[in-house]
Nanobody, 124 residues
């Protein structure tokens, strides 16, 4: 089984930056597509970004140019660098992984493994 643990969330002012980390255990995830989704209060969980095992990336339009996803296979960790944060970025951010998904896949159903989430709050 794969376990994913997110960290790095917190409270930040609008315009600030945060870096989320997702550490995986139970399996080496170098051959997995890794991703981030987020869920704001009262809303559905939605796609944010994904990175394939080859390093190809995909982003939601709402975060393009502000967020960067990356991975360190040696550490079995994926990161989400978030810059120029906006109040609308406030959400619980979830790390996800799947062996067969492509980075272009943005549906929850495409991903098998999920972390417990980390809260990001952006104040105006």
């Amino acid at each position: 089984q794969v376990q994913l643990v997110e960290s790095g969330g917190g409270l930040v002012q609008a315009g600030g930056s945060l870096r989320l980390s997702c550490a995986a255990s139970g399996r080496t995830l170098g051959s997995y597509t890794m991703g981030w989704f987020r869920q704001a209060p009262g809303k559905e969980r939605v796609f944010v970004a994904a990175i394939s095992r080859f390093g190809g990336t995909n982003y939601a339009d709402s975060v393009k140019g502000r967020f960067t996803i990356s991975r360190d296979n040696a550490k079995n960790t994926v990161y989400l660098q978030m810059s120029r944060l906006e109040p609308d970025d406030t959400a619980v951010y979830y790390c996800t992984a799947d062996r067969f998904a492509r980075a272009t896949m943005t549906s929850l159903n495409n991903y098998d493994y999920w972390g417990q989430g980390t809260q990001v709050t952006v104040s105006s």
